[in-house]
């Protein structure tokens, strides 16, 4: 696991959208996959100013992306179809025949979870997954207990994410209780993992991530089994980090033909 820590959330959201426009300039027909929440804003900021400055072309991109709320439709203003639309989709040339997002209103939540899976085979994996944390080491709405072989599937959330995501509604009881979310397996298959956390409140999160015993009771520790993840914290989120020393050494400290790229996408690191 590398962990890049930048002095501030804006300088993490432009280290991540360097490391998503460089697959993206080298593969075009790149398949990202994506989360929603508060953190990825800034990316999600920076890519569309790629976008119409710099002339970042998402024609040709796939999307995935981790998660939906049972019950809301596209419409409703706090589903991810509708914030990705907000925040991303609508602003860039993405191809909306290559969005994909779970379907919470589907009559067919197995048979969904099941297509889902088929689609992302069929488009050949993901190459990148973008992921934020949440405070109870939830990647995806993979809540702590989740298998860490688990695919695509129906989950009910903790009542602690139920209150963390309430901001996002007039009042926790609109809160759906029920989300359709990659597996944790699902997200381990990506090639690339790129998990980005900002601000104090995710500190214990991300200490129990990087450092922590690898187990399902904080589902992001599966990420250590990952070949090639990336975790890019801001100097709050990384503040109970033990080995923080240790990152900025190995950051400051990369051979010269890994110092431009962070990433290579020819092969592994
Ligand atoms: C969202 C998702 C979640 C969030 C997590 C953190 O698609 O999968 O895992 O990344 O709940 O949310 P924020 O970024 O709002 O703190």
């Not at 890049?4 to 300039?25: F, M, N």
């Not at 949440?134 to 602690?160: C, M, V, W, Y």
């Not at 989300?179 to 944790?184: E, F, L, N, P, Y």
């Not at 890019?232 to 010269?256: C, G, M, Q, W």
Request: net charge negative; charged share 20%; aromatic share 8%.
């Amino acid at each position: 696991m590398e962990v890049i820590i930048t002095a501030t959330p804006e300088t993490g959201a432009r280290t991540a959208a360097r490391i998503v426009e460089k697959l993206v300039r080298a593969r075009p027909r790149a398949v990202l996959g994506l989360a929603t929440g508060s953190t990825p804003l800034g990316l999600y900021g920076e890519l569309i100013r790629r976008h119409r400055e710099e002339g970042l072309d998402f024609s040709r991109v796939t999307t995935f992306n981790l998660d939906e709320y049972i019950g809301l439709g596209a419409d409703h203003p706090a589903s991810y179809h509708y914030f990705m639309h907000e925040h991303l989709f609508g602003a860039i040339n993405v191809s909306p025949e290559r969005i994909h997002i779970p379907d919470g209103k589907t009559a067919d939540i197995p048979a969904a979870c099941e297509a889902y899976e088929a689609a992302i085979r069929e488009a050949g994996g993901i190459d990148l997954q973008v992921l934020g944390i949440g405070h109870d080491g939830h990647i995806g709405f993979n809540e702590p207990g989740s298998s860490l072989a688990s695919r695509t599937r129906l989950k009910t959330l903790t009542q602690k994410t139920i209150e963390a995501n309430q901001r996002f509604f007039t009042s926790a009881d609109e809160v759906p209780r029920h989300v359709i979310t990659m597996g944790v397996g699902t997200i381990l298959e990506a090639r690339v993992c790129l998990l980005l956390a900002f601000g104090e409140s995710k500190a214990d999160a991300v200490a129990a991530m990087v450092e922590g015993p690898l187990s399902a009771s904080c589902p992001a520790t599966a990420l250590q089994w990952h070949p090639r993840t990336t975790v890019i914290v801001d100097e709050a989120a990384a503040a109970r980090l033990r080995r923080s020393d240790y990152y900025r050494y190995v950051h400051a400290n990369k051979p010269a033909w890994q110092q431009d790229a962070t990433f290579s996408f020819g092969g592994h690191e």
